[in-house]
Structure formats: structure tokens, C-alpha cells
């Protein structure tokens, strides 16, 4: 299966800042996913990342909020703007291989 | 767009015994379903999914079952360990989109030894 790494691991911002989350697979993929996993909650879908083209947004999420970045097929950012304490949560990128979905670390952000 | 809905929410079990979890979903062009575990502080991990022209898949202790009728699916643990404990996710797709996945709310299983 693809590995999968993000950087940062974790983070604490203050609230009005920006912080951009990488994720970096160690192969070529199509479709790269951003999810947000509020604490102790499910996993919800911001967007689909494409290469060459924008990201497609699920409804409740904006791009001037959660702009994204799909230089090629091995890596895309997901940057949390303007952020307040209610994004407190953890951000994972996943890619599809092989018709499965996998997931990497995370990234564990606290807003102050 | 897709539901998913996941029963129970919390699931205690004694070691040994079999844990069920049950999920709905609504959108009957969903043809792909796979299951997550996410221990505490890492990853959702997949460990088993099914596909919609199948009605049953097994992998040692786990299986899963689909009835696309009534739109279902449920993970079956038997024997459980204590290992076992972690929050488990259920999760449809249509295939389109890459894969995209809607997920149920999560089961918190515990298993007491």
C-alpha cells in the first residue's frame, strides 16, 4: 500500500493565523483526499484534491477557508486560514491505491 | 448526498465473546464499503471491506456482511481480544470521485479481560 506521511505532526496556533498541513505519498496517485476529524468525533471530507485542477469542496467547506495545493501526484498542502478555535482538529490526507482508501498520520492542531 | 448511520455508538464486550456493528446507508449507487479501526491517537486503519456483488467476506476473526436490499452492512468480530479495543468506522462509496467516503459516526468497542 502507498505510504503516506504529513508534516506537521501537531501544532498550537493562535486564533487569526494560518498554518499549511503537506502530505507527501511515496507514489503516483490520482485522487488525493483531505478529511477532518473533530476530537472524538467521525471523519468528514473537506475536498478532493486534483492535479492540474482546482479541488472540488464538500458542501460546508470554502476554499478561501481550506485553500488547497496539487503541484503533482505525490504531493498536496492543505492550508486551515484565518483559524479559530472551533478548527481545532485533526487533519488527514488519504490517497486511493489499488480501488482502497489509506490514510496518513494526521495532523493534531490546536487553535488557542 | 451519501448517509451513513452506525449502531451502537459504545460496545462493551467480555474477552471471547463476538461484537456486532451495524451500519445503513441511502444511497443505493453506494457499491463499495470498507471498514476502519483507529486506535487511540493514530490512524484509521482499513482491516476489511466489501463490495456490492458480494454478500459476505471473511478474514480470520472479522467478516463482513452486506445486504443491499435493505441497504446494511455489519462487522462481525468473533473471539475477541483485548486488542480489539478501539474505535471502529464504517464508510460507503459510489466509486465515483476516486473513492470518496462517507462514514459513520464511529463504535468505541471495548473488550474486558
Known amino acids: 500500500s502507498a505510504v503516506i506521511s504529513q508534516k506537521p505532526s501537531r501544532d498550537i496556533c493562535q486564533r487569526g493565523t494560518s498554518l499549511t498541513i503537506q502530505c507527501q505519498v511515496d507514489s503516483q496517485v490520482t485522487m488525493m483526499f483531505w478529511y477532518r476529524q473533530q476530537p472524538g468525533q467521525s471523519l468528514t471530507l473537506i475536498a478532493t484534491?486534483?492535479?492540474?485542477?482546482?479541488?472540488?469542496?464538500e458542501s460546508g467547506f470554502v476554499i478561501d477557508k481550506f485553500p488547497i495545493s496539487r503541484p503533482n501526484l505525490t504531493f498536496s498542502t492543505l492550508t486551515v486560514s484565518n483559524m479559530s478555535p472551533e478548527d481545532s482538529s485533526i487533519y488527514l490526507c488519504?490517497?486511493?491505491?489499488?480501488?482502497?482508501?489509506?490514510f496518513g498520520p494526521g495532523t493534531r492542531l490546536t487553535v488557542l | 448526498g451519501e448517509n451513513v448511520e452506525q449502531h451502537p455508538s459504545t460496545l462493551s464486550v467480555q474477552e471471547g465473546d463476538s461484537a456486532v456493528i451495524k451500519c445503513t446507508y441511502s444511497d443505493s449507487a453506494s457499491n463499495y464499503f470498507p471498514w476502519y479501526k483507529q486506535e487511540l491517537g493514530k490512524r484509521p486503519q482499513l482491516i476489511i471491506d466489501i463490495r456490492s456483488n458480494v454478500g459476505e467476506k471473511k478474514d480470520q476473526r472479522i467478516a463482513v456482511t452486506l445486504n443491499k436490499t435493505a441497504k446494511h452492512f455489519s462487522l462481525h468480530i468473533t473471539e475477541t481480544q483485548p486488542e480489539d479495543s478501539a474505535v471502529y468506522f464504517c464508510a460507503a462509496s459510489t466509486g465515483a470521485a476516486g473513492n470518496k467516503l462517507t462514514f459513520g459516526g464511529g463504535t468505541r468497542v471495548l473488550v474486558k479481560p
Open positions: 484534491a486534483n492535479q492540474g485542477s482546482e479541488a472540488t469542496y
Open positions: 488519504s490517497v486511493t491505491d489499488y480501488n482502497e482508501q489509506f
